[in-house]
């Protein structure tokens, strides 16, 4: 435990606010020998009271006096010294504040009680007295609930939780007495106390064994193969050596990745060490966690975002007391407050979805690879179709690659076959959303009594909506967007903002009733299947269709035990499954995303088809994917149906190469946003003033609208910066944070995102 100083009257605490520095506050006399770097106090900060992380305790005194601490939330630090270490490095690499990348990094929110506090104003009182004086004249009056509040609120002020237990309607009842001035409210945080945690069994996990062994059943551990075990030596060596190590482990889709992390994991537990496993999908926790509840028992925690802050409260505090020893967990899961780290697995490590799209916008996979060096532990990168960047500085030498080469029990790819539906259109004249060789082969599984997986990456039921008159499309009102026909709804929705409206009878623009919907989703792949194989039996799974925190289970369970024959959806369906009775795959439009201006929609592209394909026969009768598309000479789609990696990445590296893009240069998007398009027009321009003419060995791309020019009611003008040097990077966008500052620039008007996954 770290030594309190004799002098700590002060704190330094990092607050969970837009500023890019700490605040001092005294310490009483009952926490100056209590108070350590890492914990959590309750401060007042202007009117309202936060909870902020203790950077450190000194005796000396501020210019200014300050304001004194009101409460300590923990006893022992939260954020041992090297996750303080690790938050400062985040901050400083993502252009983070430090105190909003500290909140992120501790899921304690079921701590901390914030609520409304109602006070009588001093004619609120006078009110008070006159209902008491009416209320004794006239007993027999029916009782004011007005009254009833006012007469409750004399004696103390009362939070709105506790008034809407005692009177009816009281949220109603209140704003009409402030509407009066004779009640005010007050914003209040206060410290909620938890229950120690001694019953293991009780904590709540996303699914208990027996229920997620019926998404995944757990398999007997088997003996390694040849690459299994020359790999897992690897590791294991490393692990000896107590030093810090990065493997990129590079295995064919049903190569047997998930047997070499769990020995990895079994070795690091015998050493004494703990062991996080990451993986970039809610929907996959339940999967993974039956395999390693199965294996480790009750040493296993899991941590992600669908459970509510209490379920994440009480197993955060069972990996900090050393009970679990490890963790799976989706990407905030890096912070995990494990003991003697020695190894990190990254599950999928190219999924995007490992990359905050909040502040901090960090990348779960780099922070992991960080903080292994960190604690001199191992970290094992694992994919199919690993990202550029890892595969290019496994070339570097700054990981080690191992490959997987095989599927286990040596069972062979599926086959995969191109599907042109532009030559498809050309023999049957029709716009069909099924082709006739993806007919035939789902026919042909339904007969046999196998499983058809259909992927399609668009949700809703048609892409939009326009008049056939005037051209006209639906578009949100709060992003310039087109809105999405969800036919289950009946609305039409925006996937930005979730802005919904009705559907349409008659063209808002013309008048004219001859609204037309375009473009399919896989609402709409549903419903044509019903009609083509009306006995089939047909399930979806998207986030339309997962909306509670069951519902994956559910429609997954229920398709590998069975009970469905096609699964349709998003790619949702395309990451990690294990479903032997899965024999066809079909890619509904495999184009989808090509087509965005991204400099990364090849490589999501490849990696979606390649993943989507290794669904296919991964039990005993072999496997064939069908890709529908109009770009069949494209070579992300041809690399991915020839299932080859290696080509993919030799044509897509010369691309990055020559147009200076990641790995090749350190890259950032800048993004100026604001209410008001000439605000955010204004602004982006004198920063594009600064940044010209360009510094050297930089590339300063734009200021121009961003893809989505406006996005939940704010204009949006984005620059994108390139240079070779991550340090230049840095020293560029501190400057562009301190010109902001200068100019008192809403704190929410400057976007930096470094290391974009998405320029959209």
């Known amino acids: 435990m770290p030594v ?38 309750l401060v007042p900060f202007g009117k309202r009271t936060v909870a902020g992380v203790v950077l450190g305790v000194h005796g000396e005194a501020p210019s200014s006096p300050p304001r004194e601490a009101l409460r300590l939330l923990d006893e022992e630090p939260v954020l041992d010294e090297s996750l303080l270490h690790l938050g400062r490095w985040i901050s ?14 501790t899921p304690l929110a079921a701590d901390i009680r914030r609520g409304k506090v109602y006070s009588l104003t001093s004619s609120g009182h006078d009110a008070a007295r006159q209902f008491h004086f009416d209320a004794f004249r006239s007993e027999d009056r029916a009782p004011d609930p007005a009254g009833e509040l006012l007469r409750l609120l004399d004696s103390r002020p009362l939070t709105a939780a506790y008034l809407a237990r005692k009177v009816e309607k009281a949220a109603s009842i209140l704003r009409a007495l402030e509407k009066k001035g004779l009640v005010e409210a007050e914003d209040r945080t206060a410290a909620r106390r938890h229950r120690p945690v001694t019953n293991l069994e009780a904590i709540a ?49 049903g190569s047997g990745k998930t047997e070499v992390y769990l020995r990895a994991i079994d070795a690091a537990l ?99 690879v960080v903080r292994a060096r960190d604690n001199h532990a191992v970290v094992v990168l694992g994919s199919a179709t690993p990202s550029l960047e890892s595969r290019y500085n496994a070339e570097r030498g700054r990981y080690t690659r191992l490959e997987l080469p095989e599927r286990i029990e040596r069972r062979p790819l599926p086959q ?42 668009r949700r809703g039921f048609s892409s939009f909506a326009a008049c056939r008159a005037c051209g006209q499309r639906l578009e949100c009102v709060n992003c310039s967007v087109t809105l999405t026909y969800h036919r289950r709804d009946r609305r039409m929705l925006c996937h930005y903002c979730n802005y919904s409206t009705r559907v349409p009878d008659r063209c808002p623009k013309c008048d004219s ?12 792949v549903e419903e044509e299947l019903h009609s083509a194989f009306p006995r089939a039996r047909v399930a979806r799974l998207d986030r339309d269709t997962v909306r509670g925190k069951r519902d994956y289970e559910v429609i997954l369970s229920g398709f590998r035990e069975g009970a469905f024959d096609i699964l349709v959806g998003t790619q949702m369906i395309a990451k990690g499954h294990d ?98 398009e000439e605000d955010a027009l204004t602004r982006s321009g004198a920063l594009g003033r600064l940044l010209q003419p360009a510094p050297e060995g930089v590339k300063v791309l734009g200021p121009a609208p961003a893809a989505v020019a406006r996005l939940k009611n704010e204009y949006r003008f984005q620059m994108l910066l390139k240079t070779s040097s991550r340090a230049r990077l840095g020293e560029l966008l501190a400057e562009v944070r301190r010109f902001a500052a200068a100019e008192h620039w809403p704190a929410t008007a400057l976007l930096i995102d470094v290391d974009p996954m998405t320029l959209l």
């Open 579 to 676: 479903i032997p009775n899965v024999t066809l795959v079909g890619v509904v439009n495999a184009d989808i995303g090509l087509g965005l201006p991204d400099f990364r929609s090849a490589e999501r592209t490849f990696q979606l088809l390649t993943q989507a394909a290794g669904r296919a026969g991964r039990g005993e009768t072999p496997g064939i994917v069908l890709i529908q598309t109009i770009n069949p000479d494209h070579y992300a789609i041809r690399c991915a149906a020839a299932q080859n990696y290696e080509m993919f990445y030799a044509k897509e590296i010369e691309f990055r190469r020559m147009m200076w893009y990641p790995p090749f240069g350190a890259l950032a998007n800048v993004v100026v946003r604001a209410a008001r």
């Open 92 to 105: 400083t690499y993502y252009c983070a504040p430090l105190g909003e990348t500290l909140r992120a990094m």
């Open 416 to 457: 995969v076959q191109l599907i042109d539906m532009r030559q498809e259109f050309l023999e049957t004249r029709k716009q069909a959303t099924f082709s006739r060789p993806l007919i035939d082969a789902v026919t042909a599984r339904l007969a046999n009594g196998e499983q058809t997986m259909l992927l399609l990456n």
């Open 513 to 524: 009733e001859y609204m037309q919907f375009l473009g399919t989703g896989s609402e709409r």
């Open 205 to 253: 996990a996303e699914a208990s064994p027996a229920e997620a062994s019926s998404i995944a059943p757990p398999r007997p551990p088997h003996t390694p193969n040849h690459f299994q075990q020359t790999a897992l030596d690897s590791i294991l060596a490393a692990q000896e050596t107590g030093k810090f190590h990065a493997f990129l482990l590079e295995g064919v889709t």
């Open 4 to 41: 309190v100083p004799a002098t700590a009257l002060y704190c330094d605490v990092s607050l969970p606010v837009p500023l890019d520095h700490s605040f001092t506050y005294s310490l009483p006399e009952t926490l100056r020998h209590r108070v350590q770097a890492g914990c959590r106090v």
């Open 270 to 368: 015998a050493r004494g060490n703990s062991a996080l496993m990451l993986v970039p999908e809610i929907g996959l926790t339940p999967a993974v966690a039956a395999q390693f509840q199965h294996r480790f028992g009750e040493r296993v925690a899991i941590l992600h975002s669908a459970f509510h802050d209490t379920e994440r409260a009480q197993q955060w505090r069972r990996i900090r007391s050393g009970a679990a020893g490890v963790v799976v967990a989706t990407r905030s899961g890096v912070f995990a407050p494990l003991r003697n780290l020695g190894l990190i697995v990254v599950d999928e490590e190219h999924d995007q979805s490992y990359k905050q799209q909040e502040a901090p916008r960090y990348h779960g996979r780099d922070v992991a």
